[in-house]
């Protein structure tokens, strides 16, 4: 059974950075495309960022793009996501989620798409 778990959130300042990461075990890692999305009180998941099976491409949500970039070490089963210049409204739960490679199939997509979930970690932007 693949599991994931996110790591590296916690409080920062507005302006601030953070990196959050995300070990998979369970399965072959690089098996699966892999994803950052977030959740705030009160509104539905959404997809942040996106990062196919090698590491070789990935998608922006353009809710944070150009603030965040997504990566991956198939060498430690790990995806990051590193912040930058956050906002007061970034505060959310962030989760990472893993869709396996499927002949066909792209490899980013919205929160229906993705096959395994990580418990998430809480990131909170002070102004």
């Known amino acids: 059974q693949v599991q994931l778990v996110e790591s590296g959130g916690g409080w920062v300042q507005a302006g601030g950075s953070l990196r959050l990461s995300c070990a998979h075990s369970?399965?072959?890692?690089?098996?699966?495309?892999m994803g950052w999305f977030r959740q705030a009180p009160g509104k539905e998941r959404e997809r942040i960022a996106s990062i196919n099976w090698s590491g070789g491409s990935t998608d922006y949500a353009n809710s944070m793009k150009g603030r965040v970039t997504i990566s991956r070490d198939n060498t430690k089963n790990t995806v990051y996501l590193q912040m930058n210049t956050l906002k007061p409204e970034d505060t959310a739960v962030y989760y990472c989620?893993?869709?396996?490679?499927?002949?066909?199939?792209?490899?980013?997509?919205?929160?229906?798409?993705?096959?395994?979930w990580g418990q998430g970690t809480q990131v909170t932007v002070s102004s």
């Open positions: 989620a893993a869709k396996v490679v499927r002949s066909g199939s792209v490899y980013y997509g919205d929160r229906f798409d993705f096959d395994y």
């Open positions: 369970g399965g072959t890692f690089s098996n699966y495309h």
